[in-house]
Each structure stands twice: as C-alpha cells, then as structure tokens.
C-alpha cells in the first residue's frame, strides 16, 4: 500500500503546559489525491490573548465546537496513524505535545522541517517558515495553490500555514536532494528530523550575545549549565549543543 503524506499544523489556547488544541488542519497527500481537514475544537482552556493576537482565534469561534477528539479531522488522523505513512510538521515537538495530550501517539515516520531545514540551510539566520515562505518567494504560488484546494491563506493560521508548508515542503525535498543526491530525499529527511542540529554561530540572546557556544564554554561554562537547567522553552538543538561543549 502506497504511503500517505500527512502536512499538519495545530493553533492552540497557548505555549504552557495546560494549553490545547483550538484548531487542528492538515492536508493529506495520497498519489495524485489531495484531503483537506480543518477544523476548529473546543476545550476546557481560555485562549490567553498573546496568542490570540498571533491567531486570531476567538472564544466565540469556538462556541458550540466539539472537543479535539470529537472533531472529523482528529478521528481521520487516528486512522491515518500508521507506520507506512508520513507526519510532516514544522517545529514538530511542539506539535506532538500538543496532539499528545489528546491521546494521540505517532506511529508514521516523521519528518520535521524546522530541523531540516537547519541541516540544509544552515547559513539562514532563521529558519521560520513565514521566514521561508518570503525567501523563495512561496506567496506569489500561494493563490494558485489555495484556489486549487479551496483554502484560505492567513498567518499563523492551522491550515495556512500548511499550505505554505507544502510549497517550502517541495524546496526543502530539492535542496536535499542536492546536498545528498545518492539518498532517497524523503527518508533523508526523516533521518535528518532524528539528528540534533549543532549550533556554531553566535548566540542572538542573553548577556553573552555574540559569543558562540565553544567561546562560553571556557569563559563562563556556569552560563551554560544555568541555561540548560532552567531556561524556559529552551529547544532541543541548543540543548544538544550547549552539552557538547561542556563535554569538552
């Protein structure tokens, strides 16, 4: 059975351990077939007004909404759950936590773009995708490809954001194609989604902006240690790095 290739995203109540799903989309790409499912969803949680204001998402879209799990899209995700096919997010831990706490483990192969696209464009200062979606120039095929799937693009917005995905989806396969042309560019892709990014550059951030990692490492190692045990939010990347520097 041919593989499926599931591009999602999730708007949620917020960035905090007791914040949900409000709005789950994806579009699902089997063969020549392409579904689209987004849906808004209920929960227990206020939406806290910072990420109203990135969103958009109000309470009163929300009135009257099933629960995540209740929702078409979330039941259709379960059953596309399987080893065979592809999950493909960008910024996925985020993502998965979210789905996580409506009970939903990955079984598909995943690929994460964000950490690819630092493997394969490692010189880019960001690596957002609103980011990418101005660099290639995404928003001038956006209409084109919205129309064709009736889909409405707006920032920040579940399915929005994933259309963009599946444009930036097609320049990330081709640049990894470039770089490892004797891989199978998808699999390469969940192969780099398993392998931490090591950050070199300097840090953008914090009373050591402009340091690199290797620099603090001797000049103020306990900065580091600090950064590891008690930032918020720190993601997987640095933490891998700010580790291998102090292994040394």
């Given at each position: 059975?041919?593989?499926?290739?599931?591009?999602?995203?999730?708007?949620?109540?917020?960035?905090?351990?007791?914040?949900?799903?409000?709005?789950?989309?994806?579009?699902?790409?089997?063969?020549?077939?392409?579904?689209?499912?987004?849906?808004?969803?209920?929960?227990?949680?206020?939406?806290?007004?910072?990420?109203?204001e990135?969103?958009?998402?109000?309470?009163?879209?929300?009135?009257?909404?099933?629960?995540?799990?209740q929702?078409?899209?979330?039941?259709?995700?379960?059953?596309?759950?399987?080893?065979?096919?592809?999950?493909?997010?960008?910024?996925?831990?985020?993502?998965?936590?979210?789905?996580?706490?409506e009970?939903?483990?990955?079984?598909?192969?995943?690929?994460?773009?964000?950490?690819?696209?630092?493997?394969?464009?490692?010189?880019?200062?960001?690596?957002?995708?609103?980011?990418?979606?101005?660099?290639?120039?995404?928003?001038?095929?956006?209409?084109?490809?919205?129309?064709?799937?009736?889909?409405?693009?707006?920032?920040?917005?579940?399915?929005?954001?994933?259309?963009?995905?599946?444009l930036?989806?097609?320049?990330?396969r081709?640049?990894?194609?470039?770089?490892?042309?004797?891989?199978?560019?998808?699999?390469?892709?969940?192969?780099?989604?398993?392998?931490?990014?090591?950050?070199?550059?300097?840090?953008?951030?914090?009373?050591?902006?402009?340091?690199?990692?290797?620099?603090?490492?001797?000049?103020?190692?306990?900065?580091?240690?600090?950064?590891?045990?008690?930032?918020?939010?720190?993601?997987?990347?640095?933490?891998?790095?700010?580790?291998?520097?102090?292994?040394?």
């Amino acid at each position: 059975m041919a593989s499926k290739y599931i591009i999602l995203d999730t708007e949620t109540t917020g960035t905090l351990d007791e914040d949900r799903i409000i709005q789950l989309g994806y579009i699902v790409l089997d063969g020549k077939k392409v579904d689209v499912y987004n849906e808004f969803n209920s929960c227990d949680v206020d939406i806290k007004i910072p990420a109203m204001e990135v969103h958009g998402i109000t309470p009163d879209l929300l009135e009257g909404k099933p629960s995540c799990t209740q929702t078409n899209a979330y039941k259709t995700l379960e059953v596309l759950n399987e080893s065979s096919n592809y999950m493909i997010i960008h910024n996925a831990p985020f993502d998965i936590g979210m789905l996580n706490k409506e009970g939903f483990n990955l079984n598909m192969k995943l690929i994460d773009t964000l950490r690819v696209s630092k493997h394969v464009f490692a010189d880019e200062d960001y690596h957002r995708l609103q980011y990418f979606r101005y660099k290639f120039e995404l928003y001038k095929k956006e209409e084109a490809e919205a129309s064709k799937l009736n889909i409405v693009v707006k920032a920040h917005d579940a399915i929005g954001d994933v259309l963009v995905l599946k444009l930036f989806l097609s320049v990330l396969r081709e640049k990894v194609s470039e770089l490892y042309p004797q891989d199978n560019p998808v699999e390469k892709m969940v192969e780099l989604t398993k392998t931490p990014v090591f950050y070199s550059k300097p840090l953008r951030f914090g009373k050591h902006k402009g340091k690199t990692l290797q620099e603090l490492a001797s000049e103020d190692s306990g900065y580091l240690r600090w950064m590891v045990d008690k930032m918020d939010g720190l993601d997987e990347d640095m933490r891998y790095s700010i580790n291998k520097v102090l292994e040394f």
